[in-house]
């Protein structure tokens, strides 16, 4: 597969995640955007469009790796494939449940993603100078540090943590449907 065809396939695919991510919020539900994590929708009757995004998205960081020229950046996102396509089998603890060791498990593939799709970040804002990646990257970085902190902070988790849970995977998918559009395009 070129590099270029590769990388179409990944702005396809981000497209794709970024439709059915919107779709998980439109269906219908027990979860809202602002009390809920995304990870909740893996439980219940949205489980299957879940597993469906979860498994796109997991096809995208696959064609993106095949489709970048950095080998450290390629491993990365071959992880985040392995995340994504391992997410379905390894459900959340809802809140106010018991938490499980596969609940457990599932908090730390989702830290690791967090952490590793941040990182990555820093490696195409070096290579492709557009603002807009520069501008994705600060809202991913200010959406995690409030995440982080509606997590610690307990009476700030049912208001901020969802939003700023979202906003941190809008950008993400954002950065990367841009970052496969210009491996494309240069």
Do not use: C, K
């Amino acid at each position: 597969m070129s590099t270029a065809l590769a990388a179409v396939a990944a702005a396809a695919l981000l497209l794709i995640r970024l439709g059915l991510f919107v779709a998980l919020h439109v269906v219908r539900s027990d979860y809202n955007p602002i009390e809920h994590a995304v990870s909740d929708y893996a439980v219940g009757p949205t489980r299957r469009l879940s597993t469906i995004a979860a498994w796109v998205w997991g096809a995208a960081w696959v064609a993106l790796a095949f489709a970048v020229d950095s080998a450290s950046a390629r491993v990365w996102l071959l992880v985040l494939a392995v995340i994504f396509v391992a997410l379905p089998f390894i459900p959340t603890d809802l809140e106010g449940t018991r938490q499980t060791v596969i609940g457990r498990v599932h908090y730390v593939a989702a830290v690791a993603w967090f952490a590793i799709s941040f990182s990555l970040m820093s490696t195409f804002t070096d290579r492709y100078d557009v603002a807009v990646l520069t501008v994705l990257r600060w809202i991913a970085l200010v959406s995690l540090a409030a995440l982080v902190i509606a997590l610690v902070v307990r009476p700030l988790r049912r208001r901020f943590f969802g939003l700023s849970e979202r906003a941190f995977i809008v950008a993400v998918n954002l950065f990367y449907l841009i970052v496969a559009i210009l491996t494309v395009t240069r």
